[in-house]
């Protein structure tokens, strides 16, 4: 369950399906995620959280996130993440890739590549088959270059 928090913007809008911003607008000025390469599928838009809103709780799902506000939970998607410049992560990140250039706090897994950009700021670890830390990023934390555990994102995990 998740509980959703408005700390400011012009409507509400619903998640999922064909949204591609929750309280705000897509204005910023972060590129959108790099194409999964998903055959047969048609390029959206990412699903925002603005910059401006703040979320609590969990967000699964099969749709690119990019995340410019406050987000406290945890994220597993399909696709890619991006933590934009104004993000703020408190929590997990599971994700095909994951590129932050704001603050996580926690866990970042990414099934293919988790890229630091100079301005990102991380607590926590990193585990990615690929991993890319530009200059000027900071990470207090471990990096593991190895595969994610082989399951789908959205799914939670077999117990034994």
Do not use: H, W
Not at 47 to 60: H, I, K, N, S
Not at 84 to 96: A, H, I, Q, R, S
């Amino acid at each position: 369950m998740a509980r959703l928090v408005r700390t400011s913007g012009e409507s509400d809008t619903v998640l999922g399906g064909t949204t591609t911003a929750i309280f705000g607008k897509n204005d910023s000025t972060t590129p959108p995620p790099r194409d999964s390469g998903a055959t047969g599928s048609s390029l959206t838009a990412p699903t925002v959280l603005g910059p401006q809103a703040r979320f609590v709780g969990e967000l699964f799902g099969d749709e690119d996130i990019l995340i410019n506000g406050r987000f406290e939970g945890k994220i597993r998607v399909d696709r890619n993440v991006t933590v934009g410049p104004t993000g703020d992560v408190v929590g997990d990140v599971l994700g095909k890739s994951v590129v932050v250039a704001g603050k996580v706090q926690g866990q970042i897994q990414a099934q293919e590549r988790a890229e630091l950009l100079a301005s990102a700021t991380v607590q926590g670890s990193v585990q990615a088959p690929k991993v890319i830390i530009a200059e000027g990023a900071q990470l207090q934390g471990s990096v593991a270059m190895a595969s994610v555990l082989d399951r789908t994102p959205g799914t939670s995990e077999k117990s034994s």
